[in-house]
């Protein structure tokens, strides 16, 4: 088990943006038995973006206006990673094209994570490494996923689960803070639990990749659309969420009843609802995105703490476990502490 503890760093401020369009599931016509896959996965509606829109827009959103808020002077900010599945290209690196979209210094360090759902616990994990020796003073952790572009509209698996978000963790060098403490791991044994086939190196592009093919009632896609094995995936939800959350409180002698909130990867309302039992936690500490924004990839985490918490994470020192498990597969998770965070209102493109 890999855990980690990163010392002398503050988390000084989180934000999200979502595309204005909403998606009402009850309006899917496609899929059969959508009031029953409502009542499973608790995803009544989703933000997704519209053509011309990318990831990176809606992070770049988000940073905006958490540097604004923040009343940081954009020259010092010294660090930039961006966690996501849907970058803009191939290549370059979107973390690029993103320090000169923000006007940030060309000192400043960038990296792109190719992570979703465990992507913000492990975006964390590597800046935080970066800046606690104190030579990065000021740093922003972007991450989010437009997971709508990769669904087939005739697969009821993905299609009504999947919303599309960005959202921007600002991250400031602080020296004798006790900083932020993991647990982190992978099993790509399982990798083909959430899969999309062909366009990578791999499988590249073919003449057959744009082929819809019958899986199953109510399920077609391409091998250019998301594919997830839901038992498969079910199964590593409520074994390995709950598994890291213990063990990062047995690790670091965690009193869980001082924890204020505890913030789980949006899947589905079953899933987490399983998580939260086998870890006896109540529901008050458990906030809950899906109805509204579905599954947000990446982004999901950080959401939550906007649109759930925002209000008791600007008022006074808190402390949250965060946990991500998902495709890869991978998980992770994450105590942190906070005093009056900076949490600007949700942001729409």
């Not at 770049?60 to 206006?65: L, P, R, V």
């Not at 191939?90 to 792109?112: E, G, K, N």
């Not at 500490?285 to 599954?295: A, E, I």
Request: net charge negative.
């Amino acid at each position: 088990m890999a855990f980690l503890h990163t010392k002398n760093v503050l988390l000084r401020g989180v934000s999200a943006c979502v595309p204005l369009t909403i998606e009402e599931n009850r309006d899917i016509t496609t899929i059969p038995d959508i009031e029953k896959m409502i009542r499973t996965t608790g995803v009544e509606r989703r933000h997704v973006i519209t053509d011309g829109v990318c990831t990176s827009d809606l992070c770049f959103k988000a940073a905006e206006k958490l540097i604004e808020e923040l009343n940081w002077d954009k020259k010092d900010i010294q660090g930039l990673i961006f966690v996501s599945q849907t970058p803009d290209f191939i290549l370059p690196a979107t973390s690029c094209i993103l320090q000169d979209r923000l006007d940030l210094s060309t000192d400043c360090f960038t990296l792109d994570i190719s992570l979703g759902c465990s992507g913000f616990v492990y975006g964390l994990s590597v800046l935080t490494s970066y800046m606690q020796s104190g030579m990065i003073k000021k740093a922003i952790l972007l991450s989010g996923d437009t997971s709508s572009m990769t669904c087939s509209r005739a697969d009821k698996s993905t299609y009504p689960l999947f919303g599309d978000a960005g959202t921007a963790t600002a991250l400031e060098y602080h020296g004798g803070d006790e900083g932020f403490k993991f647990h982190l791991g992978s099993d790509g044994s399982g990798y083909r639990a959430i899969l999309i086939n062909d366009g990578g190196y791999r499988n590249r592009f073919n003449a057959t990749s744009l082929t819809n093919n019958f899986i199953a009632d109510g399920i077609s896609r391409s091998d250019l659309e998301l594919a997830l094995d839901g038992m498969d995936v079910f199964s590593f939800g409520i074994s390995k969420a709950p598994e890291t959350v213990k063990a990062l409180i047995s690790k670091f002698g965690i009193a869980t009843e001082k924890v204020d909130h505890f913030y789980f990867h949006q899947a589905n309302l079953m899933m987490n609802e399983h998580i939260r039992k086998k870890l006896q936690l109540p529901e008050n500490k458990v906030p809950l995105s899906l109805r509204n924004f579905g599954n947000t990839s990446s982004a999901s985490i950080p959401l939550t703490m906007v649109t759930e918490t925002a209000e008791s994470l600007r008022n006074g020192v808190r402390e949250f476990i965060a946990c991500g498990f998902g495709v890869g597969l991978s998980w992770a998770s994450v105590l942190c502490k906070t005093n009056d965070l900076v949490v600007p209102s949700l942001i729409y493109l």
